[in-house]
């Protein structure tokens, strides 16, 4: 789940970079046309070119403007074996777009004044106190702030061969700290250096927990999710068995999509949705008047501003410089991404499959290349 950088993001920001998140509003949703047939089947055409390249089952894409859903549609099989066809309605693991979410809950927590970027995490005084483990601990560790942890510069635990969340399998989230804590010294000291942890917003799905007296997923459901009108969203299991009522069926090319702890994963990888869901769920946070967004602008910009650490990422988002916001999450059997544009538009596509690294990487132009079939719309 490592994140490449998006170099197609930089280079697509149209004409000129706006001056701040907030300079230009988004349209009123009235005014957005939905694509002609002709350009619904250009759109079909690419994201078909996309599918037969890396032999994707199932692929799923929805755009959104000024909050109304503007353009949807769905290609292929939500379960090869048995022919079911993919919806737009059918649900698909998102990976590490769930980071914006987690991101976007801790910032509803600090926007209410029950803890701040500065607190700490680990520690008889800190936010978890000593749930995982009494002091003396490894150096850093009682250093490590909340925005170490949403920025990835806690100093250590880095989505490597030896990332925390796909060891010890077994191990529930708490074990799970607690050996990590004792057994991985950090390799930096805390706020120095960028290095991608999902161990990190593992970490912050507890600060939540800790914090509201509430399992991670009902506070986010409750405080972030519902309020933007998403109802059917939840954290996926971890086998086929375990599959939910219309989710898809997840296709390895070299891995089994279904020998991971994906439920352990639910705060940085472990949400299933529709990209109608990702979509809603971008346009009330992406700092336009329409509609109307569940955080204050002061608080979208803060969680907006890259790191000293890291241009390109701020605090659960990916951002660049033309003012887009994105992020995207893979892992075995998923390749995923969801986007918020500097001119307004929101979109978020999903397959349940994953081919390689160039698939990811290939799955973002592919996004701006289908939206730009639409003459009327200004991305």
Sequence with gaps: MMLPRRQFLYMSAGAAALSGPFSALAQSSDTTPQPTPAERAAMADL?????????????????????????QDAFGWADRENKEAVTPRHL????????????????SLIEAGRISLTDTVF??????????????????????????????TCGGWRNDAND????????????????????????HPPGQNYAYSNFGYCVLGRVIEKTTRQPYADYARDAVLKRCGVTDMTIAGNTLAQRQPGEVKYYGQGGNPYAMNVTRMDSHGGWIATPTDLVQFFMHVDGFAVPPNILKPDTIQTMTTASAANAGYAKGWEVNKANNWWH?????????????????FCWAAFTNTRASSKMDSDLDPLNWNMVRQVKAWQV
Excluded at 66 to 71: D, F, K, L, T
Excluded at 93 to 107: C, G, L, N, P
């Design 92 to 107: 698909f693991r998102i990976a590490s777009v769930t980071k914006t979410i987690t991101s976007v809950a801790i910032f």
């Design 123 to 152: 520690g008889p005084n800190a936010v978890t106190g000593t749930d995982y483990g009494k002091p003396p601990y490894n150096p850093g560790v009682d250093q490590i702030t909340i925005e170490h942890l949403l920025t990835h």
């Design 164 to 187: 925390p969340m796909f060891k010890n399998l077994s191990m529930n989230q708490s074990q799970l700290i607690q050996w990590t804590l004792r057994n991985r010294p950090l390799d």
């Design 328 to 344: 995207n999450g893979f892992f075995t059997g998923t390749s995923t991404i969801a986007v918020r544009t500097h001119s307004g």
């Design 47 to 71: 994201a078909r070119a996309f599918m037969e390249k890396y032999a994707v089952p199932g692929f799923s894409i929805a755009v959104g403007h000024g909050g109304a859903i503007v353009y």
